[in-house]
């Protein structure tokens, strides 16, 4: 008898084999995507709070009395639906280092908040 070609043995282990590689190559190639989608979406959510931010000048007209916040409902060109929470704090610093004279300055915070995947996901602006 001839021994002409693989056995099965031969055949079931290299099939193993390479679907174990192409499972790994699979789950690489969904990691991708969904970190890419995420980028995208985290940049777009960014330019719209900003976009919101710069449509209220000074920002400082979106500020709410001290120790409660806004929430606003907001949509990214693409179509993304998200919400805008704003917060400002009052700081007193010197006018130069070392200086005595305080000047009062306010600090406006939005937290940009949407939902990818069933994943909460969220954004800090600093203005």
Not at 27 to 33: A, D, K, N
Not at 58 to 65: D, E, T, V
């Amino acid at each position: 008898m001839s021994s002409k070609g693989f056995t099965l043995i031969e055949t079931l282990v290299s099939l193993v084999i390479f679907l174990l590689i192409a499972a790994g190559v699979a789950y690489g190639l969904q990691r991708v995507i969904s970190g890419n989608i995420y980028v995208g979406q985290r940049q777009d959510v960014i330019n719209t709070t900003l976009g919101v931010l710069d449509q209220s000048r000074p920002p400082l007209g979106l500020c709410p009395p001290p120790g409660s916040s806004t929430t606003m409902p907001a949509t990214t060109p693409t179509g993304l639906q998200f919400t805008i929470t704003i917060t400002c704090a009052v700081d007193a610093v010197p006018m130069l280092p070392g200086s005595q004279n305080l000047i009062d300055v306010t600090q406006l915070t939005a937290v940009a908040s949407w939902s990818t995947f069933g994943v909460s996901r969220h954004v800090t602006v600093y203005e």
